[in-house]
């Protein structure tokens, strides 16, 4: 280029100084074959200078277009598959109408809290759908407040968590949304199968699907690590090493080896595990029934049992160190973690039986909702049942998922938590309590029962409970 310009430059010299002799149009024509020339000479002699260079460069810019055209396909062709999917998704949620539900619930604290996280993550999912939580203090609040307004079914939620029991008079009179279509439909619950047995067991009745599972729990065997390690002592897996490993903490030690969180789930446990169901059917002076009562007595005049009494729930006594082991909800995990605070190692073990209880709450749907309602809150509870949201909502509130795919999962099971690992043991056999009306107030009026036995070494376990059995029969007859 620079070859160029210098004979380009010389040229307009010559051309200026014979301005006045050379003006005619030969002369221009001449000009521009000169300049014409001197260009193409430059050309050829920097094209056979660089030849190996130029062409290095040329395959190498092809190649390096190929490439750049092959990635922005790729890109495109990414672009579009997203758009694609985001125009179906667009499409999935403009067909189904905008629809605002309302949820009752009597979550607090940091299970409140976990629910409004799952709420959020499935409205950016659906944002044609708004739910509207609305928290009515604790269960009791909730209970009540379902009764009165069902004076009022059009003020009724679209869903509500409720234990069965609360919801056998609202299916009496048609006021609960069978589920089972709208599960085994076209946009159901592919996966239905995967909700463990035990908890479909509870939501299900005469064949149909009335609710689907929430917050969940069973029972498990905590136990101070760190003192069983000493002793040489074996988890137990029945009643019967249950009493052995108690006494011998309690010899060594000089305290209660175990302790029951709830007495009403020790009696309809120990019945179900020897094939008795507290329903209405039984009889609470029969063989069964008295053995149980007398099974835990035993353990308190003894001192290698204890109840929770004043404390209400063992996890206090046993990070005191004033027990060795209890059983109680897996839920209570974060209870005993900021109990025990680091003083000894704990752990969790399945509940020392072939059967364990299950329990907590389900979500129910209300006839009252119009359609869109109906099928927007569907979506939503499949949501919460899903394995994503189980496994979520488990790992923030202690409660167990639903779901065996969800127990055995990964990022569930190897959690930092006590409970996880043991979690698929501990829901091989989870049993439901039976539900009849009346069947609640049964269970709360045991409890009540056996806390008032239990007080006393010297109760005749055969006649407290002759005494009770009229009040057990009424509790149904209600």
Not at 97 to 113: D, K, L, V
Not at 255 to 270: E, K, M
Not at 300 to 312: L, M, N
Not at 408 to 422: C, F, H, R
């Amino acid at each position: 280029d620079s070859v160029a310009s210098r004979g380009l430059g010389d040229v307009y010299k010559r051309q200026n100084i014979y301005k006045g002799d050379f003006m005619s149009k030969k002369f221009y024509s001449l000009l521009a074959t000169i300049m014409l020339s001197l260009a193409v000479l430059v050309g050829c002699g920097n094209q056979d200078a660089n030849t190996g260079t130029n062409e290095n460069t040329a395959e190498t810019a092809q190649t390096e277009n190929a490439e750049e055209a092959t990635e922005n396909k790729e890109n495109t062709e990414e672009k579009d598959v997203a758009k694609e999917e985001n125009t179906e998704k667009e499409a999935d949620s403009s067909t189904d109408e905008a629809a605002e539900i309302t949820f009752w619930h009597a979550m607090g604290g940091g299970q409140g809290e976990a629910l409004e996280k799952l709420v959020a993550e499935f409205e950016k999912e659906n944002p044609n759908i708004k739910v509207n939580l609305q928290n009515q203090g604790n269960y009791g609040d909730l209970n009540q407040i379902l009764v009165a307004t069902m004076q009022s079914p059009n003020d009724l939620p679209t869903i509500t968590q409720a234990y069965p029991d609360w919801m056998l008079q609202f299916e009496d009179a048609n006021l609960v949304t069978e589920l089972t279509d709208m599960v085994n439909g076209e946009n159901g619950i592919e996966d239905y199968e995967d909700i463990l047995e035990g908890v479909r067991q509870e939501i299900e009745k005469d064949g149909k699907i009335m609710g689907l599972p929430f917050n969940k729990s069973t029972e498990v065997f905590w136990y101070n690590k760190t003192l069983f390690d000493e002793l040489g002592l074996e988890v137990p897996t029945n009643y019967e090493e249950l009493v052995e490993v108690s006494k011998k903490i309690n010899e060594e030690k000089g305290i209660p080896g175990v302790g029951f969180d709830s007495l009403s789930n020790f009696y309809a446990t120990y019945l179900h595990n020897k094939g008795v169901e507290m329903d209405e059917n039984l009889d609470v002076t029969s063989d069964e029934s008295v053995e149980a009562v007398q099974y835990y007595l035993d353990g308190i005049k003894e001192g290698y049992f204890r109840i929770a009494g004043t404390d209400q729930y063992m996890s206090g006594p046993f990070a005191n160190e004033q027990v060795g082991a209890y059983i109680g909800s897996n839920a209570g995990e974060v209870y005993v973690k900021d109990g025990v605070d680091g003083k000894f190692e704990y752990a969790a073990a399945p509940y020392p039986a072939e059967s364990a209880v299950q329990q907590g709450t389900n979500i129910y749907m209300f006839d009252n909702a119009d359609d869109a309602q109906k099928k927007a809150a569907f979506k939503f509870l499949k949501f919460l049942t899903s394995k994503e949201s189980q496994i979520q909502f488990a790992l923030d509130t202690g409660y167990m998922p639903a779901r065996t795919s969800a127990i055995e999962d990964s990022t569930y099971s190897e959690s930092d938590s006590a409970i996880a690992p043991i979690l698929a043991d501990a829901t091989k056999n989870l049993y439901s309590r039976p539900l009849a009306p009346g069947s609640q107030q049964a269970y709360n009026d045991i409890g009540s029962v056996l806390e008032q036995i239990l007080s006393n070494t010297e109760a005749d376990v055969k006649a407290e409970l002759e005494a009770f059995a009229p009040q057990y029969k009424a509790d149904f007859a209600q």
